[in-house]
């Protein structure tokens, strides 16, 4: 069974500018999230899609993040503009139950 | 407010030592818990799901035991190997959809 696909692996921007990260979960699991991680620290919750309906977007800062789920399979994050407190790994995963199971995730850099 | 809480921050410890890491968690109302591996650069890696009705989950040298009435769980290593180097984070999902994420151990095996 093929696992979570994230898209780019690594970016590197300038404030200000924009960014895009692409998700594929596992197929069939109806149930996507995005997470940002900040180095030495846990994973936080930004986004839950259920389908391609959201069930939980509290802590995304609407602002300048956004996040679409089409035909309740991919999944893309942006970022516009970016801020140098964008800097972190984002992560994407799937479930199909309870378990998680996540993506390689994606290294931003904001210079 | 759901807070979770991983002590120690960083372990060492010489190859083939048991060790037991912490998860402490602050609302008993815990739908499940599951814990994580994440080696440097990568994603985090499924290790074990522990549901509220259970006591304890177990897979190959790793047992997870959970206590909601005290907001604990231990993940208990045995025979540890170099290769049991990671990050190790424990997740709560307290009722709703949410996972609430602790900041892991940081554990480091020794030859």
């Known amino acids: 069974e093929a696992g979570v696909a994230q898209s780019p692996r690594y970016k590197i921007i300038e404030k200000r500018q924009s960014v895009a990260f692409w998700c594929n979960p596992i197929s069939g699991h109806a149930t996507l999230y995005w997470y940002q991680q900040i180095l030495g620290q846990g994973p936080k919750l930004l986004i839950q899609?259920?389908?391609?309906?959201?069930?939980?977007d509290s802590q995304l800062p609407k602002d300048r993040f956004s996040a679409e789920r089409l035909k309740g399979v991919d999944s893309t994050l942006k970022i516009q503009p970016a801020k140098l407190e964008d800097s972190a790994v984002y992560l994407c995963a799937s479930s199909l139950y309870d378990e998680q199971f996540f993506g390689p995730g994606t290294r931003l850099t904001v210079l | 407010k759901q807070e979770v809480t991983q002590i120690p921050a960083a372990l060492s410890v010489p190859e083939g030592e048991n060790l037991v890491l912490n998860c402490s968690f602050t609302?008993?109302?815990?739908?499940?818990l599951q814990w994580f591996r994440q080696d440097p650069g990568k994603g985090l890696t499924s290790l074990l799901l522990i549901q509220s009705s259970q006591r304890e989950q177990t897979s190959g040298r790793l047992n997870a035991s959970l206590d909601k009435s005290s907001g604990r769980s231990t993940l208990y290593i045995a025979a540890s190997q170099p290769g049991d180097s990671a990050t190790y984070l424990c997740a709560v999902r307290p009722g709703t959809y949410k996972y609430i994420f602790g900041t892991g151990t940081r554990l480091k095996v020794l030859a």
């Open positions: 609302d008993s109302a815990i739908y499940n």
């Open positions: 899609f259920q389908n391609n309906g959201v069930v939980d």
